[in-house]
């Protein structure tokens, strides 16, 4: 018997061993090439690591972050959201008209809860009609965007002129010379890290995005855990839509199109799996850091913008790859 049960051992401690490795590069990786470009960017540039830059770069960072983040809490639980950047334009649209009628700070809040209902609308339409969340997230983007057009009639929306400086409060200076849309974007992602690594709900969506039908079968309700996904996405959109407009001082219906793609992107790129069940908060946002740096270094080294598509594109593919190699050592 000893004899029959030494091979299993060994090949069981080598599956052990394998996803252990796997494990550590999916956690390190993203945190490894983001070192190397902050030491290749600090070496060939004399401005890369001044004071003003680096605010700079957490400040345009806080937009694309807040959507990876989303975007992360979706995939994980095995469904994508490519309503981010629509949700994110119609969002900031009703938070600058609700602003006009009721005030900056009425109209910041009811920015967050249009970004909450859009995300429990997605959400529903996903789930009740079965269709692959790809397609039907694509179509429902569509829709948002055309409610935001016929909402502006196509035109760019302003708050009152006596709230033009309260508007612009997410641009101001705050804690450590940082701007208050970086402080609410450390605070928010800080909030989704703690509530998918700590609490109940977290653990159902690693459940859900590893394997619904086993999820189901202990008792998860996998629907409600994927709505509930898309609400913390939505919220993520709302707010992203909020720095957005404060920045511009305006809103209008073609805000940040294409975004939701780099924020899916900067995900993938921070290790999480496109099949959903494995990733991280941190190194999803890790992810957006790394795509910002990248257009900060090409700004700095004074490079044709264009090839930077082509680099994105580039690690796009080798974080896929890397995830699919991973799968198959590990399995």
């Known amino acids: 018997m000893t004899v029959g049960t030494a091979p299993d051992t060994t090949s069981g ?89 009721f005030g900056v700070l009425t109209g910041f809040a009811a920015a967050i809860v249009a970004g909450a209902l859009l995300g429990l609308v997605t959400g529903t339409i996903v789930v009740r009609s079965g269709v692959n969340s790809f397609i039907a997230t694509l179509a429902t983007s569509i829709i948002y965007r055309g409610v935001a057009v016929v909402v502006t009639a196509g035109s760019i929306v302003y708050p009152l002129t006596t709230g033009q400086t309260d508007f612009g409060m997410l641009t101001w200076p705050s804690l450590f010379g940082l701007t208050s849309a970086t402080i609410v974007f450390v605070v928010v992602v800080a909030a989704i890290g703690v509530l998918i690594s700590a609490t109940t709900f977290g653990r159902r969506v690693y459940a859900v995005g590893g394997n619904a039908e086993a999820a189901r079968l202990s008792g998860i309700r996998v629907g409600q855990v994927r709505i509930a996904a898309y609400v913390v996405s939505g919220i993520c959109s709302a707010l992203a839509g909020l720095i957005l407009a404060s920045r511009a001082g305006s809103a209008q219906s073609s805000m940040a199109t294409g975004m939701e793609l780099s924020a899916i992107a900067a995900a993938v790129i921070g290790g999480t799996s496109i099949l959903g069940g494995e990733g991280a908060i941190w190194r999803g946002v890790v992810g957006a850091l790394l795509l910002t740096i990248i257009g900060n270094g090409f700004n700095l080294l004074g490079w044709d913008t264009t090839y930077q598509q082509v680099v994105q594109g580039c690690l796009i593919l080798l974080a896929v790859a890397v995830d699919r190699y991973l799968r198959k050592k590990t399995r």
């Not at 390190?28 to 700079?56: H, P």
């Not at 994980?76 to 309503?83: A, C, E, P, Q, R």
């Open 13 to 101: 401690t080598a599956t052990t061993r394998a996803r252990r490795r796997g494990g550590r590069v999916r956690d390190y990786g993203i945190l490894v090439a983001l070192l190397a470009m902050v030491l290749a960017l600090s070496l060939s540039t004399g401005t890369f690591l001044s004071t003003s830059n680096m605010v700079n770069l957490l400040d345009q960072c806080s937009v694309v972050g807040l959507l990876a983040a989303g975007a992360t809490v979706c995939i994980m639980s095995g469904v994508f959201d490519l309503t981010a950047s629509a949700s994110l334009a119609l969002s900031a649209i009703v938070g600058v008209q609700a602003g006009r009628q």
